[in-house]
C-alpha cells in the first residue's frame, strides 16, 4: 500500500483560491517514482541507456561491465532467494495461536484493474485471504477486519476491502463476522484506520495481524507505532527452503530480478517509514 488521502489537496491563500499539494499526496507521488527506481531492471536499463550514449571509449566500458554485473547478480535465483528469506519473518504454527478476537487482514490482494468487474481477481498475495480464513475456520479469531482502500492514484472501481469482503462471503464468513476498513492507502493508515474502527468495537481487544512475511517487518511497526500490539502472523511467502544444489547456484532466472525489486522496495519502505516515525 502507498500513502494518499482522498482529501489530498489543502486550500491555502488570500483572494483567488490557491491549491497545493499536502504531504500525504507529494509522499504518495514519490512512493510510487521510487518503487521503479529501486527496481534493477531500471538500473539494467539505465547503464545500457548510458554505454549507448557516452562518448568516452572507458566510460563505455565501466558503464557495461556495471550492467553485466546488474544481470548476473540480478537474475541469480540463489543469491535472491537467500537475501529475501533473511528479510521475511519466519512462518508461526497455527497450533501456537492463542485464541483472539480479531484477525487484521491487510489487503494488496486483488487486482482491481481487471475487467470485468463481475468478479474478484487474486494475485500472488492470496494467501493473506486463505490463511486468514483457516485462522477463523480454527477458531483462532472470532471476527476479521479487512483493511485496505484503493492504491490507484486517481480512479478506482472497487475498494480491495469491498472486493475481499465478496470473497468471504462466498466463503461463508458471516457479515456480522467481518468489518471493513476501506479507507487506507498505505501501511500507515492501515495502522491508523483501524485503531479508530476498534474506538467503536471496544468488545475486540486481542488481535492477530496478518500480512505478507516480506511486509510484516513495516505492518508491525506500524500497529505498535498506534498502540495496537497484535499477534503476528506472517503469511505469502515469497522464498523457499534453502537448497545446497551445485545446480541451483548458477542457472540464471528472469523472475529473480522480481525477488530483488520486492525485496528493495520493501527495505525502501521500511527505511523510509522510520525516517518519518511511522514504525
Same mark, same amino acid.
Given at each position: 500500500?502507498?500513502?494518499?488521502?482522498?482529501?489530498?489537496?489543502? *486550500?491555502?491563500?488570500?483572494?483567488?483560491?490557491?491549491?497545493?499539494?499536502?504531504?500525504?499526496?507529494?509522499?504518495?507521488?514519490?512512493? !510510487?517514482?521510487?518503487?521503479? *527506481?529501486?527496481?534493477?531492471?531500471?538500473?539494467?536499463?539505465?547503464?545500457?541507456?548510458?554505454?549507448?550514449?557516452?562518448?568516452?571509449?572507458?566510460?563505455?566500458? $565501466?558503464?557495461?561491465?556495471?550492467?553485466?554485473?546488474?544481470?548476473?547478480?540480478?537474475?541469480?535465483?540463489?543469491?535472491?532467494?537467500?537475501?529475501?528469506?533473511?528479510?521475511?519473518?519466519?512462518?508461526?504454527?497455527?497450533?501456537?495461536?492463542?485464541?483472539?478476537?480479531?484477525?487484521?487482514?491487510?489487503?494488496?490482494?486483488?487486482?482491481?484493474?481487471?475487467?470485468?468487474?463481475?468478479?474478484?481477481?487474486?494475485?500472488?498475495?492470496?494467501?493473506?485471504? =486463505?490463511?486468514?480464513?483457516?485462522?477463523?475456520?480454527?477458531? $483462532?479469531?472470532?471476527?476479521?477486519?479487512?483493511?485496505?482502500?484503493?492504491?490507484?492514484?486517481?480512479?478506482? *472501481?472497487?475498494?480491495?476491502?469491498?472486493?475481499?469482503? =465478496?470473497?468471504?462471503?462466498?466463503?461463508?464468513?458471516?457479515?456480522?463476522?467481518?468489518?471493513?476498513?476501506?479507507?487506507?492507502?498505505?501501511?500507515?493508515?492501515?495502522?491508523?484506520?483501524? !485503531?479508530?474502527?476498534?474506538?467503536?468495537?471496544?468488545?475486540? !481487544?486481542?488481535?492477530?495481524?496478518?500480512?505478507?512475511?516480506?511486509?510484516?517487518?513495516?505492518?508491525?511497526?506500524?500497529? $505498535?507505532?498506534?498502540?495496537?500490539?497484535?499477534?503476528?502472523?506472517?503469511?505469502?511467502?515469497?522464498?523457499?527452503?534453502?537448497?545446497?544444489?551445485?545446480?541451483?547456484?548458477?542457472?540464471?532466472?528472469?523472475?529473480?530480478?522480481?525477488?530483488?525489486?520486492?525485496?528493495?522496495?520493501?527495505? =525502501?519502505?521500511? *527505511?523510509?517509514?522510520?525516517?518519518?516515525?511511522?514504525?
Amino acid at each position: 500500500m502507498t500513502l494518499a488521502v482522498h482529501e489530498s489537496w489543502l *486550500v491555502a491563500g488570500v483572494g483567488p483560491r490557491l491549491f497545493y499539494p499536502s504531504f500525504a499526496s507529494v509522499f504518495f507521488l514519490l512512493s !510510487k517514482f521510487l518503487y521503479y *527506481v529501486v527496481m534493477p531492471a531500471t538500473w539494467l536499463v539505465a547503464l545500457l541507456v548510458a554505454a549507448l550514449i557516452t562518448r568516452q571509449p572507458v566510460r563505455r566500458k $565501466r558503464f557495461v561491465i556495471a550492467a553485466l554485473v546488474v544481470a548476473l547478480v540480478g537474475t541469480n535465483a540463489a543469491l535472491s532467494n537467500r537475501a529475501l528469506l533473511a528479510w521475511e519473518l519466519p512462518p508461526v504454527s497455527v497450533r501456537t495461536i492463542a485464541p483472539h478476537d480479531a484477525a487484521v487482514l491487510l489487503t494488496g490482494m486483488a487486482n482491481t484493474h481487471k475487467s470485468p468487474h463481475d468478479r474478484v481477481y487474486l494475485s500472488s498475495a492470496a494467501d493473506r485471504l =486463505t490463511h486468514t480464513l483457516w485462522l477463523y475456520r480454527t477458531h $483462532r479469531v472470532r471476527r476479521i477486519i479487512v483493511s485496505g482502500g484503493s492504491g490507484d492514484i486517481d480512479k478506482y *472501481v472497487h475498494t480491495e476491502a469491498a472486493e475481499v469482503n =465478496t470473497l468471504l462471503r462466498l466463503c461463508g464468513v458471516p457479515q456480522a463476522d467481518i468489518l471493513l476498513e476501506d479507507r487506507s492507502r498505505n501501511t500507515r493508515e492501515n495502522a491508523l484506520f483501524t !485503531k479508530e474502527l476498534l474506538a467503536r468495537h471496544p468488545e475486540i !481487544k486481542s488481535l492477530v495481524l496478518v500480512t505478507s512475511a516480506f511486509h510484516m517487518r513495516r505492518a508491525a511497526g506500524c500497529f $505498535r507505532k498506534v498502540g495496537l500490539n497484535p499477534a503476528l502472523f506472517p503469511v505469502d511467502f515469497r522464498t523457499t527452503d534453502l537448497e545446497e544444489s551445485a545446480s541451483y547456484w548458477p542457472i540464471p532466472e528472469a523472475g529473480a530480478l522480481g525477488t530483488w525489486s520486492l525485496l528493495f522496495h520493501e527495505i =525502501t519502505g521500511y *527505511v523510509t517509514y522510520k525516517l518519518l516515525g511511522y514504525c
